[in-house]
Each structure stands twice: as structure tokens, then as C-alpha cells.
């Protein structure tokens, strides 16, 4: 199997804090994991890219100092929503690509949702 | 630039019926191309993929797809469809090249009438 899971699967915080946000690759070493961001009824952008042991790829208009990623070892990345905001509110998807095979594909976690109060 | 079109925001259909959801991309190689489903408050299932070859590729779940090149289309089918089916379908494009970024259409909703 290739099970990527997320914690918390929601959390509700106040204006002004931050929130880390856990992805893990259970049965499988993943070299790569992505965070996307789902607004209600919306797609899913793409807000960076994350490598083990380097620093992650940001999409355009991500604002790398409010969106911290951590990807320190093959099984995890952490992504801190710093400071947040009621506009930072939204549904938190992470997948992660296998070190090897499955072409490529990516395997997705469960979402995270987040409310700014 | 690459993108992909998902025309339907909903379709309602009745349970037994075929479904077909459309999607179009632009990319300008040959794409590797992607169905997922999203349960409410859930992450993203892999129901079947196109990487090359056989241009109808089966998925899980009773689902398939025909890659149409002339096109541009990789439409997602079932021939007859069940209650728990109802979900959001989005169709995806991964840029080749080695590079693992997926661009995700909007996504299509659907419900199905007992």
C-alpha cells in the first residue's frame, strides 16, 4: 500500500497563532511531498513543493514566510501556517511521491481543514 | 500555458444510469493524465490513469477513460452508476519532464437520484 496520513485532520485556532500542520508517509519513504490548498467547492492549488533535507518549492504568490515547510526526514513534512488569519482558513491536502517506481504518482493524505477564528 | 477544463461544475444523474465527465487539457506534450475522487471532507482517490499505450484505460470502482489526442479529451466513464459514486471528480495533467506538479481541473460534482 502507499497510506499518507495527515494530523490533525481539523483544528480550530484563534488570529495571531500558528498551526502545524503533520503529513506522513506511512509504509513507503517519500523523497517528495506537495501541500495543496482546497478553497470550498474549489480545486486544489498547488502551494509548494517539498524535498527531503532541502528547502521546498513555492508556486507563485505563496508567501514563503507565512507558509513554513519542513520536510526533515523521508516520512515527514510539516507545514506551520504562521500567524494565521481568518483568509487563511481552507482544506490542507498533502501527497508524497515514493523514492522509487509507481511512476511518479502522487498519494494523497486525508486534508487538513483549518478555521481562523 | 498547461491547464485542464472541466465543463460540468454538477451533474445529477439516477442511480443505474451511464455517466460521462469531461475533460479537456492543454498541454503540449503528450500528457500524463489523472481521474481522482474526493468524498466530502476527504482527500484525493486515484481512480485511473494514462500514461501511454492502450488509449481506454480502466480504473477502479467500475470507471474508465478513453485518451483522445485529436481531442484533447480524457472523459471519464461508468456504465451504470451507484448512489455511493456521488462525489467530486477532478481530472489532472502532471507535467513531464521529471517534474511531479500536477494541475488540477475544477472539478465536477456529482449527485445521483435514487
Known amino acids: 500500500g502507499a497510506v499518507v496520513s495527515q494530523h490533525p485532520s481539523w483544528v480550530i485556532c484563534k488570529s495571531g497563532t500558528s498551526v502545524k500542520i503533520e503529513c506522513r508517509s506511512l509504509?513507503?519513504?517519500?523523497?517528495?511531498m506537495f501541500w495543496y490548498r482546497q478553497f470550498p467547492k474549489q480545486s486544489l492549488m498547488l502551494m509548494a513543493t517539498s524535498n527531503e533535507g532541502s528547502k521546498a518549492t513555492y508556486e507563485q504568490g505563496v508567501e514563503k514566510d507565512k507558509f513554513l515547510i519542513n520536510h526533515a526526514s523521508l516520512t515527514l513534512s510539516t507545514l506551520t501556517v504562521t500567524s494565521a488569519h481568518p483568509e487563511d482558513s481552507s482544506f490542507y491536502i498533502c501527497s508524497a511521491k515514493k523514492l522509487a517506481g509507481a511512476n511518479n504518482e502522487q498519494f494523497f493524505g486525508p486534508g487538513t481543514r483549518l478555521t481562523v477564528l | 500555458a498547461q491547464s485542464v477544463t472541466q465543463p460540468d461544475i454538477h451533474i445529477t444523474v439516477s442511480e443505474g444510469a451511464s455517466l460521462e465527465l469531461r475533460c479537456n487539457y492543454s498541454?503540449?506534450?503528450?500528457?500524463?493524465l489523472f481521474w481522482y475522487v474526493q468524498s466530502p471532507g476527504q482527500g484525493l482517490q486515484l481512480l485511473l490513469k494514462?500514461?501511454?499505450?492502450?488509449?481506454l484505460v480502466q480504473g477502479i470502482k467500475g470507471f474508465e477513460a478513453e485518451f483522445k489526442r485529436s481531442q484533447s479529451s480524457f472523459n471519464l466513464r461508468k456504465p451504470s452508476v451507484h448512489w455511493s459514486d456521488a462525489a467530486e471528480y477532478f481530472c489532472a495533467v502532471r507535467l513531464g519532464g521529471g517534474y511531479n506538479k500536477l494541475i488540477f481541473g475544477a472539478g465536477t460534482r456529482l449527485a445521483v437520484h435514487p
Open positions: 498541454y503540449g506534450a503528450t500528457p500524463y
Open positions: 509504509d513507503f519513504q517519500a523523497t517528495t
Open positions: 494514462y500514461f501511454s499505450g492502450d488509449t
